[in-house]
């Protein structure tokens, strides 16, 4: 009964790691399609390669400190649940009032407020929850800056080129590369947030080491291949969706705004994942195209947007561990 | 009417505001991050004010 419970929440938290992918594939394909560099289905299959691959070239880094943000002898599939309802529930809530939300945020808020409801707050590790934090902010400032020196870099080196056709043509061609890269990073910051989680459960469950979180492979093979393959389908199914709304949605994108916005994005999610910092790739990327339209004028930004965005990075922990922390305390009681 | 205030300045020097007061809640590893972005987004108020200044001046 409990090996079936364990892998009925394993289940559940490749689910939400697909839905992860679903709702973020706009990031990654949008520009590539609304500038025809590539076909739709071209698209979707480049970003999910990439989203694939990205363990092959970044460290799991993240995923052993997620695992880590709850005290993982404490982790039961009864902890896990809750916290993926919490995070569920919050991500729908949002949605439905229409506010942007990070999944990744409202995973890390579900997982603390269920581990606090089990075994109160001397179970989270502070630390991580305070880098975690303080990245909610951090992130898409990294994205902001990186984006608006690097569109501001390229267009004076691109200005005193009069041949705009080529110009243009050799940034089509980039965001080839760009879209690739940010895919990467979604990839690998957001699927090994599924990873830690697993991995938590793993050792709560006594079938894996805790020592496994200080190896940067310490984390098994077929959790690795799963989570990642979960993102890259959600992407591939995620993508299609959008592609549909794709002529309505978008209006005209330039290539090398696209470019500088994805590469900014990329980047930051690279160092993230580096340095073993749960991002939400949403935000980075908010971030950057924030910087590319600063570049122009303040008014190219929607600030009304980014003032919903503000409020939902503040009220997503808390909100999502509200609502998983009572989810723990009812399923404790059944 | 023209603007007497870059407000790009101000947003600019908004984010560096905001990378200092994080500081204290970032863990002691990771604070260069915050300093490097306060430098950044001060050096970026301050091109773009000098920008805003020298399209905006008058000219005889």
Redesign the interface.
């Known amino acids: 009964m409990e090996t079936v419970a364990l892998y009925a929440v394993v289940g559940m938290a490749l689910v939400f790691d697909f839905v992860n992918g679903f709702h973020d594939a706009a990031n990654s394909i949008a520009t590539v399609v609304a500038t025809r560099v590539l076909k739709p289905w071209q698209a979707v299959l480049w970003a999910s390669f990439w989203n694939f691959v990205a363990f092959l070239v970044l460290p799991l880094t993240v995923a052993n400190e997620i695992a880590k943000i709850v005290d993982p002898t404490v982790v039961s599939p009864g902890l896990i649940f809750a916290g993926l309802v919490g995070a569920i529930f919050w991500n729908v809530l949002t949605a439905y009032l229409g506010l942007p939300s990070s999944s990744s945020h409202a995973l890390i808020g579900g997982i603390v407020g269920a581990g606090i409801a089990k075994a109160g707050v001397s179970v989270i590790d502070g630390d991580e929850l305070r880098k975690t934090a303080t990245f909610i902010f951090y992130s898409p400032l990294i994205g902001l800056a990186l984006g608006f020196t690097l569109i501001i870099t390229v267009m004076w080196i691109v200005h005193r080129f009069r041949a705009r056709r080529r110009v243009n043509r050799t940034f089509r061609g980039l965001q080839l590369v760009s879209a690739a890269a940010f895919s990467l990073g979604h990839g690998a910051n957001d699927a090994q947030k599924t990873m830690g989680i697993i991995a938590a459960l793993l050792i709560g469950a006594g079938r894996l080491s805790p020592d496994a979180l200080n190896d940067p492979d310490g984390i098994p093979l077929w959790v690795v291949l799963s989570c990642q393959t979960a993102i890259a389908l959600g992407t591939m199914l995620g993508g299609w969706r959008i592609v549909r709304t794709m002529g309505t949605k978008l209006t005209r994108l330039q290539p090398m705004g696209g470019v500088c916005a994805e590469s900014a994005a990329a980047a930051t999610l690279f160092f993230a994942t580096r340095q073993g910092i749960p991002v939400s790739t949403t935000h980075t990327i908010t971030g950057s195209i924030v910087g590319i339209g600063s570049s122009e004028r303040l008014s190219a930004v929607r600030w009304n947007v980014a003032r919903r965005v503000v409020w939902a990075w503040v009220l997503t922990i808390p909100g999502a561990a509200l609502v998983s922390a009572a989810t723990y305390k009812i399923v404790a009681a059944l | 009417m023209s603007r007497r205030v870059d407000?790009?300045a101000v947003?600019f020097l908004f984010?560096a505001a905001?990378?200092l007061v994080?500081l204290p809640?970032?863990?002691p590893d990771?604070r260069y991050?915050?300093w490097t972005?306060a430098v950044?987004?001060l050096v970026?108020a301050v091109a773009s004010w000098a920008d805003f200044r020298s399209r905006h001046r008058r000219h005889p």
């Open positions: 407000r790009r947003f984010s905001l990378s994080l809640l970032c863990p990771l991050v915050g972005l950044a987004f970026l």
